[in-house]
């Protein structure tokens, strides 16, 4: 174990409960004294039979012992085992925390979503068994070990080292087994994460497995891993049902030795036969002491795997620069000037770059369309304006501040995004607008106008408060969208407004309506539309034209439609004219 990563971990989480930790040790030295005091108490008791004496006070002695016990060791494990509940609260709190500033980038190219289920849960449970049990019985090993081999030096030191060669040799078949768990445990949390995005897939695509018939199939992936994962929960259960007894084996071993050697000396009269029945108890202390150091060096190294996956989550970068700002200048009533500088992008799991020396300028308040055949960088330029990727330095602008400098959460405060692919919550159609504990109930109610929502949510059954299942699963497409305008409706204080073929999904008539919502948005905020739709840009001051990545053409719709390029064509055979229009459209309000 490196102890760096240890240390780590006490300055970060644990150090915090080190007075609970002092005040359960102490209570835990007070239950292996007493329990070190109730052999001798046997031994008195024996003894005092043998002098045919009463042994009733040392049997109430004895009864005080083990009553006193119960009482200091229930003490020592509350103050022991509670600090690892807060460290395990503490540990999950802070990697959500992480999940939710980590790039996109991170969770396209490193680990599937079942993994980092399993770090979050499982491995924060183990972490939890680290601090708590894996403390508790570190001390208490180490402080039996001492007082009970103490004890029994004092009554025989021959008897004693006659004990300690077969518990040695046990040592040592329990350090190889536990090296073997060690492994095991390794390769099974590893399975379990796989077999846990298995899960999540066929929960997600239930109704495609479903439709296609690929039952049998997607059922022989699934049994295929968990039949992995069996095989190696097996392999850990030999090594645990062959390797662990063996202390057991030897205790027995030890008593063997114990009673023939010792009845020898107290035929002899060199022991009493007090001191060898107190000897027998050592040694059952003794050998569930051992028993449970082999449990102990168990759970100890699985909170320490798990302890190294958890901080891989949490060391990951996010992209945040070093001397980032976490603050924006000031912008205009109408939002801020957009710059795009020779911009180049390639996607961290693509080969191609996605985009290619962009360059265009967005003057505060304008509306801008962008347009380009399916593969030609659209999604990929509003992903890195929005920083959802981040941007090359010097490559994107806002109000003359280089976003690459900036820090992400201040850019976010000042962008909306809406994707194309709504995410919706299993929750209420209330809370998947508002994203937030308190609803300002005018503006929820004129965000669901102004998406054309209204309608269709008051016929729901429980209205607003209609749960959408698991990412609106109980909603159309169409509607998915309309809750994801309706969310950046809602929401205030931005500037920048980035839609990435929003209406994609809406018949004509809602779209005419949403297109009128959009233009006609008071405050006015610098506004990116993505569309392949003409009757969504047609109204838009300027349009991009995107083709392969590159920039290839910029202007006014009505000035690309006159045109000969892509957007043009476009134009086209969507409207069904053979010539370009003569006039501009109804002007935008």
Excluded at 83 to 88: F, K, L, M, N
Excluded at 181 to 198: I, N, Y
Excluded at 505 to 530: F, G, K, M, N
């Amino acid at each position: 174990m490196s102890a760096r990563l240890l240390v780590r971990f006490w300055r970060e989480y644990a150090h915090k409960h080190l007075g609970t930790y002092l005040l359960g040790a102490l209570f835990l030295l007070l239950t292996n004294l007493l329990s070190a005091l109730a052999p001798k108490l046997v031994q008195w008791g024996v003894e005092a039979l043998e002098a045919e004496q009463s042994a009733w006070r040392w049997a109430a002695a004895l009864l005080g012992v083990g009553v006193g016990t119960m009482v200091v060791r229930t003490l020592s494990r509350t103050l022991i085992f509670n600090p690892g509940r807060v460290v395990e609260y503490d540990l999950k709190r802070d990697f959500f925390a992480h999940l939710l500033r980590l790039p996109r980038r991170y969770f396209e190219a490193q680990l599937s979503a079942g993994e980092l289920i399993n770090r979050g849960t499982n491995d924060a449970a183990a972490v939890r068994g680290l601090i708590g049990y894996g403390s508790l019985q570190l001390l208490n090993v180490t402080t039996t070990l001492l007082i009970t081999v103490w004890q029994m030096l004092l009554i025989d030191v021959a008897l004693t080292l006659y004990c300690a060669l077969p518990l040695a040799a046990a040592v040592v078949v329990l350090r190889w087994a536990v090296l073997q768990m060690f492994e095991l445990t390794r390769a099974s949390l590893s399975q379990v994460g796989a077999l846990s995005d298995q899960l999540l897939e066929v929960y997600g695509a239930a109704g495609l497995v479903q439709s296609f018939g690929a039952e049998g199939g997607v059922a022989a992936r699934f049994d295929a891993q968990n039949e992995a994962l069996l095989a190696l929960n097996e392999r850990l259960q030999r090594v645990a049902v062959w390797g662990l007894p063996v202390v057991s084996v030897m205790g027995s071993l030890c008593l063997v030795a114990l009673i023939g050697a010792g009845g020898q000396g107290v035929a002899r009269g060199d022991l009493t036969l007090g001191a060898l029945t107190a000897l027998v108890v050592y040694v059952g202390q003794l050998v569930g002491c051992v028993t449970s150091l082999g449990w102990l060096t168990g759970a100890l190294q699985r909170g320490y795997i798990s302890l190294g996956r958890m901080y891989e989550v949490l060391d990951a970068p996010v992209d945040t620069p070093a001397g980032a700002s976490a603050l924006l200048p000031p912008c205009a009533p109408e939002g801020p000037r957009l710059e795009v500088r020779d911009l180049t992008f390639t996607h961290p799991t693509g080969e191609r770059p996605a985009l290619r020396g962009v360059s265009f300028t967005v003057a505060p308040g304008e509306v801008v369309g962008v347009f380009g055949l399916t593969g030609s960088g659209k999604s990929a330029l509003l992903d890195v304006l929005s920083r959802t990727y981040a941007p090359p330095a010097g490559a994107v602008w806002v109000d003359g501040v280089d976003v690459s400098a900036v820090a992400p959460e201040a850019h976010w405060r000042r962008v909306c995004y809406v994707q194309q692919q709504a995410f919706l919550f299993s929750l209420s159609v209330r809370e998947n607008i508002t994203l937030a504990a308190h609803t300002d109930e005018a503006r929820l109610a004129a965000a669901l106008d102004a998406a054309c929502l209204a309608g269709e949510v008051s016929s729901f059954p429980q209205g607003v408060e209609t749960r959408v299942g698991e990412r609106g699963v109980t909603l159309s497409g169409g509607q998915r969208q309309r809750a994801a305008l309706a969310r950046a409706f809602y929401r205030e204080g931005y500037q920048l407004l980035l839609l990435d073929d929003v209406l994609s999904a809406v018949d004509h008539d809602t779209e005419a309506r949403l297109i009128s919502a959009l233009y006609a948005r008071q405050p006015r905020c610098t506004t990116l539309i993505v569309s392949h739709r003409m009757s969504v840009l047609e109204r838009a001051d300027r349009v991009l034209v995107l083709d392969e990545g590159a920039l290839v053409a910029q202007g006014t719709p009505q000035e690309l439609a006159r045109g000969e390029g892509l957007y043009a064509q476009a134009w086209r055979a969507q409207s069904g004219a053979n010539a370009p229009p003569s006039a501009p459209p109804e002007e935008r309000p």
